[in-house]
C-alpha cells in the first residue's frame, strides 16, 4: 500500500497543476491570440488573390 502512495501523490499534483493552468485568463487569452495568429498566416496564403468580398457591390 506505501507502494502506490507516491504515484498517487504525483497524480493528484499533476491534476491540480493542469487545473491552475486550465482556469487561468491570461494563459487562455496568450493562447487564443497567438493560436489565431499562427492560423491567419496558412489561411491567408491559401486565399491569396482570392477576392472574398465583390467590389461591386450586391
Given at each position: 500500500m506505501v507502494e502506490k502512495k507516491k504515484p498517487l501523490q504525483l497524480l493528484r499534483m499533476a491534476?491540480?497543476?493542469?487545473s491552475i493552468i486550465y482556469n487561468d485568463h491570461f494563459l487562455w487569452t496568450f493562447v487564443k491570440s497567438y493560436g489565431l495568429f499562427s492560423l491567419a498566416i496558412p489561411v491567408a496564403k491559401f486565399l491569396d488573390g482570392f477576392q472574398v468580398l465583390p467590389t461591386g457591390g450586391i
Open positions: 491534476r491540480s497543476t493542469l
